[in-house]
Nanobody, 123 residues
């Protein structure tokens, strides 16, 4: 059963922007203590990108101010605005959520995952 569905991925040139969406299905945002974004490039492990936990927001260092995570509770949707994209950002991006309060940067802390959306940045 998939409760989270990502969309908004695609092909963009370096320096371009993209906004990813994560829609909750079957559950409301009130069910989650934290939500976040991860990404996985070919041949690499899934890595943390950004997360929301309580009233706090967290970003991995490689974002360098380029990405912004947000949510719209009325739409049960979370977003990841990505600006100044680089070829190194190419990966499958996953939405994740947890009903418990855990370590936001760890894959094992999340029990609900989306299917992923492909982001490809050309040079």
């Amino acid at each position: 059963q998939v409760h989270l569905v990502e969309s908004g991925g695609g092909l963009v040139q370096a320096g371009g922007s993209l906004r990813l969406s994560c829609a909750a299905s079957g559950r409301t945002f009130s069910s989650y203590a934290m939500m976040g974004w991860f990404r996985q490039a070919p041949g690499k492990e899934r890595e943390f990108v950004a997360a929301l936990r309580g009233s706090n927001v967290y970003y991995e260092d490689f974002v360098e101010g380029r990405f912004t995570i947000s949510r719209d509770n009325a739409k049960n949707t979370m977003y990841l605005q990505m600006n100044t994209l680089e070829p190194e950002d190419t990966a499958i991006y996953y939405c994740a959520a947890s009903r418990g309060w855990g370590v936001i940067s760890r894959v094992n802390a999340y029990e609900d995952w989306g299917q992923g959306t492909q982001v490809t940045v050309s040079s």
